[in-house]
């Protein structure tokens, strides 16, 4: 079966160190992968996607993420953890088959502490 | 400014009771989505519709009802018939559907659902 994983319920970091929410996903073909984040009872807001290309994209508030196909993994990072990033982060894969639906990951909850 | 707007914000449905709720997108997309968010279960799809009068059933939806009578507007209703639908409801829309949409979703706010 298709699936993403988010192994990581939640993440705490300090303010101002190097945030990493993991990734890994198992699809067939080459999948479209997308990173989301929700702050409380709001809906998502998109981060950045991968489609081809560069292994390491860039999308809002600083935040990158990185391709890695060899271990099906794509990793949000940041250099410097704020504490407004805290919220929770999703990530996305399109599977590029029929029914072109977007599977979903759990979520990680991530926490900067001051 | 561009958007997808969910309403109510909050809803209380009583046993028996059917409810809807509404989203509406001025974006101009074809496709829209309706999502089920349960804490720690990440997204489900409920339904989704790729264009006017057309939708399919996701992964989720018994209970559930939706019309696409108009490109701006894709209602769900929580029919009597869902057992357990306390839950975070979430709308969303892409310019369209197909293999080469490589287009992030767009989300509205959600409504947040409860039973009485």
């Known amino acids: 079966a298709q699936s993403v994983a988010q192994p990581e319920d939640q993440v705490n970091v300090a303010e101002g160190n190097p945030l990493t929410v993991k990734c890994t996903y198992s699809?067939?073909?080459?999948?479209?992968l997308f990173w989301y984040v929700q702050y409380p009872n709001r809906g998502l807001q998109f981060l950045l996607k991968?489609?081809?290309?560069d292994n390491l994209v860039k999308g809002s508030y600083g935040f990158e993420a990185e391709f890695n196909k060899s271990q099906t993994s794509f990793h949000l990072k940041k250099p410097s953890a704020l504490v407004s990033d805290s919220a929770l982060y999703f990530c996305?894969?399109?599977?590029?088959?029929?029914?072109?639906?977007?599977?979903w990951g759990a979520g990680t909850k991530l926490i900067i502490k001051p | 400014d561009g958007g997808i707007t969910q309403s109510p914000k909050y809803l209380f449905r009583k046993e028996g009771q059917n409810v809807t709720l509404s989203c509406e997108q001025n974006?101009?997309?074809?496709?829209m989505y309706w999502y089920r968010q349960d804490p720690g279960q990440g997204l489900r799809l409920i339904y989704y519709?790729?264009?006017?009068?057309?939708?399919q059933k996701g992964d989720i939806a018994e209970g559930y009802s939706v019309s696409r009578e108009k490109k701006e507007s894709f209602p769900l209703t929580v029919t009597s018939a869902q057992k357990n639908p306390t839950a975070f409801y979430l709308c969303?829309?892409?310019?369209?559907?197909?293999?080469?949409?490589?287009?992030?979703?767009?989300f509205g706010d959600g409504t947040r659902l409860s039973i009485l």
């Open positions: 699809v067939s073909g080459n999948p479209y």
């Open positions: 969303a829309s892409t310019y369209r559907w197909g293999q080469d949409n490589n287009q992030p979703q767009h």
């Open positions: 974006l101009n997309h074809d496709a």
């Open positions: 519709s790729q264009i006017v009068n057309d939708f």
């Open positions: 996305a894969v399109r599977v590029l088959d029929s029914n072109y639906q977007l599977i």
């Open positions: 991968y489609i081809t290309g």
